[in-house]
Every structure is written in structure tokens, then in C-alpha cells.
């Protein structure tokens, strides 16, 4: 008898013919797995099919796009136990490259059919749903400038582009990251906090390799003090990913914690797995072994924590007996007004 799983696509991800690429996912999957198919629209997104997919009682949920796509669905099956299968077709393929998962259509689906699950990290920011990253400042100014058009007519270069573009504007502003235990202020042109992050996602890549199962999220400060500080500074964190080696200028500094409270002044726009989300401040909380996926296995440890040279560091202790605040980590809130 055959499995049985929810495949929720998205017909306008990516840059290929969604109805030759829905055919190929049903040929390679369909021998195997008996397919519940469910197509996004603009009236309903991959969260709210995959939810429903949960409350039919699915025996697993498979989702095909971007990466928005993909993380609105995965969320949708935190704590539940049912195992998740991912086809990338977006134009970065982030969540896959951070999860070591193939982004071709047939070997995504070949490690679907064949591979084993595992239990990674899943994150919360504001409430809403984080399996990559929530990027503050630079980066979230870049992957507004690369719109759905630029990324259909140039992939992956969009980014690289809007990148460029965005160096003209490089502006710092201040930040305080609260933790468990300190408070931490300094100047920043970029603050990322990463649950998952392949080596493309530059900004997130201070530590020595982001683990996405270790209970803790991977949060890194760049801070250069002019463009060619930030070329640099670009090029050192490209240099360290591809090294696997943590980052040693003075304007990067990086940490690891279970969750963060940032404030940023002025505020600064936030992108969140890929979309835009509004203004800082934000909150961050990490659910150790939330989300349960088919993935190959894979893992590396690096040094937990940098932050000596950051500019205007400042490193506040917190009483241990003070409260941290809302479980939740809905009290921060996101700003929408731009």
C-alpha cells in the first residue's frame, strides 16, 4: 500500500513552466505516494493549505516553490510530528542549500522517496513563522530592491544586483540585542539572526558554520564603517562560509542564544525567510527539534561567540532573576509603518 502526503505547489515560484514541473513531481513521486495535490493562490497561501492539511490528519506534507513557500508550510507542521518534504524551484533555493537538500526537481524528490527524517530547528519572530533567517538593515534593503520581476529576468544575479545598488545608500544605525542574560549595543549596517542559512546568505555567516539543530540561533552584527569596509567586510564573511571558518574582522561580531530582542534606531526594515515583514523591533525565539523533515545528514560545529572591535560596544549584564518576558514573543510587535 502506498504512503499518502499533501503536495501544496506554488504555480508562479520561480523561472520554469509550472505545469511541465508539476508533471515531473507527479511522474517520480506518484508510483510511490499517493498525491493530495493543492495549488497556492493570492487568496490562499501555502500556510493556510498546509494547516488545513494538519487538520485532515495528513500522513505527510510536501511543498514546492520558493522559499517563502516552503517556510509558510513548514510552519504550519511545528510540533506536530508530520514529516516534511521540500522541492525548491524559487530564484535562491536558500532553504534548501541550508538544509543540504538537493534543488533539482528529481533529486529532491528521490530524497523524499528514500531519504530519512530528522528533527531540525524551527523559529518564531514576532508570532511569525522563521525556518531561515530575519535579516535587519542591509540585507532586508536588498531583498526589497530585488523584486519578483528583476528575480524572473535575472535568478539569482537580482540579488547580486540589488546588492550593488543598495551599497550607494550603506547607512549604520544603532542597535540593542537583548538576551537571556546582557544587553548589547553597538553600530550596525546589518544584523541577521539565522536558525538555518546556507553559505549564499552572506550576512548570517559570522560563526563557523549555522547549525539548525542545536537548539540556538546564530546571530551576527556587521558593521563596517564605510563602503569599502563593507565590500570587505562582504567578501571576509563569503570567504569564511566557504572555509567554514568564523569570521575575524573587528567590524563583525557574532553570538549564539535561544532568543534576542532587538531595537534598532533609527528603525530599520526587516525581511523575514525572503519577504518582507515590517520595521524593527523584532523578537526572536528558537523551538529546539520543531519541525520534523526529510533531510540528509549533516552537521558541523564552530565557535559559539565574537564580539570584541564591534564599533561603540557597549555589554550590559542582566540580573538573573529578571523576567525575560512573553513566551509567546508576540510583546515586541512589528512595526508596519514605513
Not at 506534507?61 to 508550510?73: K, M, P
Not at 540585507?139 to 547580486?160: N, P, S
Not at 560545529?301 to 513566551?327: C, H, Q, R, T, Y
Request: with cysteine; glycine share 8%; charged share 20%.
Amino acid at each position: 500500500m502506498n504512503r499518502s502526503a499533501c503536495l501544496i505547489f506554488n504555480p508562479v515560484a520561480g523561472q520554469g513552466d509550472p505545469e511541465l514541473e508539476l508533471a515531473m513531481i507527479r511522474s517520480l513521486l506518484e508510483p510511490e505516494i499517493d498525491l493530495d495535490i493543492y495549488q497556492t493562490t493570492k487568496e490562499i497561501g501555502a500556510d493556510e493549505l498546509a494547516q488545513a492539511a494538519v487538520e485532515r490528519g495528513v500522513e505527510a506534507i510536501i511543498a514546492s516553490g520558493g522559499d517563502g513557500t516552503l517556510s509558510a508550510a513548514a510552519m504550519a507542521i511545528v510540533n506536530t510530528d508530520i514529516p516534511f518534504g521540500i522541492i525548491s524551484r524559487g530564484t535562491a533555493n536558500a532553504f534548501a542549500a541550508a538544509l543540504r537538500i538537493p534543488d533539482t526537481i528529481d533529486a529532491a524528490c528521490m530524497t523524499i522517496l528514500q531519504g530519512q527524517t530528522r528533527y531540525v530547528d524551527a523559529a518564531y519572530c514576532n508570532g511569525k513563522p522563521m525556518v531561515l533567517l530575519a535579516g535587519i538593515g542591509f540585507e532586508a534593503e536588498t531583498v526589497e530592491l530585488a523584486d519578483r520581476d528583476a528575480k524572473r529576468r535575472f535568478g539569482i544575479m537580482a540579488y547580486v544586483l540589488a546588492g550593488v545598488q543598495q551599497l550607494r545608500n550603506l547607512e549604520s544605525f544603532e542597535v540593542e540585542i537583548e538576551t537571556e542574560d546582557r544587553i548589547i549595543t553597538t553600530t550596525a549596517s546589518a544584523v541577521t539572526v539565522a536558525n538555518a542559512a546556507p553559505p549564499s546568505s552572506v550576512l548570517a555567516q559570522g560563526p563557523a558554520g549555522i547549525i539548525y539543530d542545536d537548539g540556538l540561533l546564530d546571530l551576527t552584527i556587521v558593521a563596517p564603517e564605510s563602503k569599502a569596509g563593507a565590500i570587505a567586510a562582504t567578501l571576509h564573511l563569503f570567504q569564511s562560509a566557504s572555509s567554514n571558518s568564523a569570521a575575524e574582522r573587528d567590524d563583525i561580531g557574532y553570538l549564539r542564544g535561544n532568543r534576542f530582542k532587538i531595537k534598532a534606531e533609527p528603525p530599520q526594515k526587516v525581511v523575514l525567510d525572503g519577504e518582507m515583514i515590517g520595521t524593527t523591533p523584532i523578537e526572536v525565539y528558537c523551538v529546539p527539534s520543531g519541525l520534523k523533515i526529510f533531510v540528509p545528514l549533516n552537521q558541523a560545529v564552530g565557535p559559539a561567540e565574537k564580539l570584541e572591535g564591534l564599533p561603540n560596544l557597549n555589554i550590559e549584564m542582566k540580573d538573573s532573576n529578571e523576567e525575560w518576558g512573553n513566551e509567546s514573543g508576540l510583546e515586541a510587535g512589528i512595526n508596519t509603518e514605513e
